[in-house]
């Protein structure tokens, strides 16, 4: 028999002083709570009551158990009280990860949650490597990229694209592309975490789907070094639009084969489970639609 229900058995009998009062205030019948009081005994080789026709008495070893199971029972419905506050307001530890490039968005909505919601506290790692959020302990990820596992829930924040780049310099040195296949001629700067590799995506005027396989001399997990690397003139490259904006409107870096555009991929909120999602992190994921939404621009420039 499930110990924890024998327990509130025992516990309900004493209250209630019978076997019958209990039954009624756990709803099951007077034969099953006998039952789970006669397991317990049988479990401990004590015996907790002493039986008559007419009434019902604690052993010596019933009220030290008895006194025990009190505040065993407290103590699990005190827990229950705090779980479920956890489920309907957000407080605790929120852990994210997310790409450095996504700081300037993230941490704006990381203040407005923090804001609106003083009893919880945000652990906010950047980095450009693929977390594993269950062994690494994070509630969420949010990437630019597919999640790595199947399992994983993903919620869809925005959409953006790259943007195929270079700098000035570079096209004082080197022919300018003017056709895709023209790519494969040059030094292609690639993000490593890029989803389709060495096999760039576009779409042309049209609609239709275009590719071009591209080699160069610096692969890299961090979009902050690739838009360092175009900056200096070291090749072409497919940066993200919202980190480059800035200076394609300076004119630091240049925007090729407008015609083309680069497959349309999308930014998601990743966490491992759906069901009893706590309130932090439904909250915070909530925020994080609506401002995504909001600030369009900021996360597709070219939208």
């Known amino acids: 028999m499930d110990r924890l229900t024998s327990l509130t058995a025992f516990v309900r009998v004493v209250d209630s002083g019978g076997f019958s009062a209990a039954a009624r205030r756990l709803n099951?019948?007077?034969a099953m709570i006998s039952n789970h009081v006669q397991a317990l005994e049988a479990r401990l080789g004590v015996r907790l009551l002493n039986r008559t026709t007419r009434k019902i008495s604690v052993t010596e070893a019933g009220k030290a158990y008895y006194d025990r199971c009190t505040h065993i029972l407290a103590d699990l419905e005190q827990a229950d009280d705090i779980a479920g506050a956890l489920h309907s307001t957000p407080r605790g530890t929120?852990?994210?990860?997310t790409v450095s490039s996504m700081v300037p968005f993230v941490s704006s909505v990381v203040t407005e949650f923090l804001k609106d919601h003083p009893a919880v506290s945000v652990d906010l790692t950047m980095g450009e490597r693929t977390v594993d959020l269950i062994e690494e302990g994070y509630d969420m990820a949010i990437r630019l990229t597919p999640a790595p596992d199947s399992s994983l829930i993903v919620r869809s924040l925005a959409t953006w694209r790259h943007v195929l780049c270079c700098s000035p310099g570079y096209l004082e040195k080197h022919e300018r592309p003017r056709q895709l296949a023209?790519?494969?001629n040059h030094n292609c700067l690639r993000h490593v975490l890029y989803p389709f590799q060495d096999g760039w995506h576009f779409a042309d005027r049209?609609?239709?789907p275009a590719a071009v396989?591209?080699?160069g001399n610096l692969i890299t997990n961090s979009a902050e070094a690739l838009r360092t690397a175009l900056l200096e003139g070291i090749g072409v490259g497919l940066a993200a639009g919202f980190l480059v904006h800035g200076d394609l409107e300076a004119n630091r870096l240049v925007r090729l084969l407008p015609e083309y555009r680069p497959v349309e991929l999308s930014m998601n909120a990743i966490y491992p489970h759906r069901h009893q999602l706590s309130a932090k992190v439904r909250t915070f994921i909530d925020l994080l639609v609506q401002r995504s939404?909001?600030?369009k621009k900021l996360i597709d420039p070219f939208c």
Do not use: F, W
């Open 94 to 97: 929120l852990r994210i990860y």
């Open 182 to 184: 023209d790519l494969a």
């Open 206 to 208: 049209k609609g239709a």
């Open 28 to 30: 099951m019948s007077t």
């Open 293 to 295: 939404a909001e600030q």
């Open 213 to 215: 396989k591209v080699s």
